[in-house]
T-cell receptor, first 114, second 112 residues
Framework: EPEVTQTPSHQVTQMGQEVILRCVPI?????FYWYRQILGQKVEFLVS????????KSEIFDDQFSVERPDGSNFTLKIRSTKLEDSAMYFC????????????FGPGTRLTVT | GNSVTQMEGPVTLSEEAFLTINCTYT??????LFWYVQYPGEGLQLLLK?????DKGSNKGFEATYRKETTSFHLEKGSVQVSDSAVYFC???????????FGTGTRLLVSP
């Protein structure tokens, strides 16, 4: 069964450093998303991406964040200068085709900013 | 804006007990509704969905019915197993902002 994959599973970085989180969405999906979950809190939407551009973004997704689909398979989230409060689990999701509203999530990347 | 409210957890049950996890939503229109499950140390898995009023989603013995009149989508299972221990998230798809809106999650603990 096709699945969304994410790398790395855990990333530790120092405050102020740049990080890139990687995702490989399901191959025939057209819509891509990033969400995050701060420990013990609800899952929050960050950004949606379609047709090589951002469709929607939340107020969390400020200038420090960017997304890219550099090739036909990867979807990345970059945080330019990490802050302590960026520590969270970051989930990539994809959807498409007939199940447009059904988003399939990857296993997540746990980002720890020290 | 659109929102989802779930019952507080944890919900603690013995194996084979009946499960209900309450979920209500606030939305304009009739959004698609979902339950996701997060097992310990894992990501979010789509458990079931309903796309219109009176639809019943079901999977792995879990069921939820889209109730427009009460704006609810309660999750039920007739007989829980230890392996059902996880966090359950109710969510709606916000078509205006093209995103899922999640509830806070309800932790279920099932003991043998």
């Amino acid at each position: 069964e096709p699945e969304v994959t994410q790398t790395p599973s855990h990333q530790v970085t120092q405050m102020g450093q740049e990080v890139i989180l990687r995702c490989v969405p399901i191959s025939n999906h057209l819509y891509f998303y990033w969400y995050r979950q701060i420990l013990g809190q609800k899952v929050e939407f960050l950004v949606s991406f379609y047709n090589n551009e951002i469709s929607e973004k939340s107020e969390i997704f400020d200038d420090q964040f960017s997304v890219e689909r550099p090739d036909g398979s990867n979807f990345t989230l970059k945080i330019r200068s990490t802050k302590l409060e960026d520590s969270a689990m970051y989930f990539c999701a994809s959807s498409g085709g007939q199940g447009f509203y059904e988003q399939y999530f990857g296993p997540g990347t746990r980002l720890t900013v020290t | 804006g659109n929102s989802v409210t779930q019952m507080e957890g944890p919900v603690t049950l013995s194996e084979e007990a009946f499960l209900t996890i309450n979920c209500t939503y606030t939305a304009t229109g009739y959004p698609s509704l979902f339950w996701y499950v997060q097992y310990p140390g894992e990501g979010l898995q789509l458990l079931l969905k309903a796309t219109k009023a009176d639809d019943k989603g079901s999977n792995k013995g879990f069921e939820a019915t889209y109730r427009k009149e009460t704006t609810s989508f309660h999750l039920e299972k007739g007989s829980v197993q230890v392996s059902d221990s996880a966090v359950y998230f109710c969510a709606l798809f916000d078509t205006g902002f093209q995103k899922l809106v999640f509830g806070t999650g309800t932790r279920l603990l099932v003991s043998p």
